[in-house]
Nanobody
Framework: QVQLVESGGGLVQTGGSLTLSCAAS????????MAWFRQAPGKEREFVAA????????SVAGSVKGRFTTSRDNAKNTVYLQMNSLKSEDTANYYC???????????????WGQGTQVTVSS
């Protein structure tokens, strides 16, 4: 069993930056591939980024490529999402998830955090 807790969300102006963190407890994070998803009001949850268990490979959605990066520190049991050049359309609740392989499909992930809200104001 893995418990995931996201933090770092908040209100930021267009063009600003935020770094989200996802801290794990229960089992060591290095056992899992990790991903970030987001869900805006009235919209389906969408894939943002994912990283392999060792951090050697990442995958990023086209809508955030060049602006968002994900990384991990297995010694700290924490995964990060660095978000730059934020746009109003990035406003959403952001979730981290743990699974056995990186995938843009949310059904490939077993454990989920509660989410952290990111609001980008213009």
């Amino acid at each position: 069993q893995v418990q995931l807790v996201e933090s770092g969300g908040g209100l930021v102006q267009t063009g600003g930056s935020l770094t989200l963190s996802c801290a794990a407890s229960g089992r060591a994070l290095y056992n899992y591939a990790m991903a970030w998803f987001r869900q805006a009001p009235g919209k389906e949850r969408e894939f943002v980024a994912a990283i392999t268990w060792h951090g050697g490979s990442t995958s990023v959605a086209g809508s955030v490529k060049g602006r968002f990066t994900t990384s991990r520190d297995n010694a700290k049991n924490t995964v990060y999402l660095q978000m730059n050049s934020l746009k109003s359309e990035d406003t959403a609740n952001y979730y981290c998830a743990a699974g056995w392989t990186i995938s843009p499909n949310d059904n490939q992930y077993t454990y989920w955090g509660q989410g952290t809200q990111v609001t980008v104001s213009s």
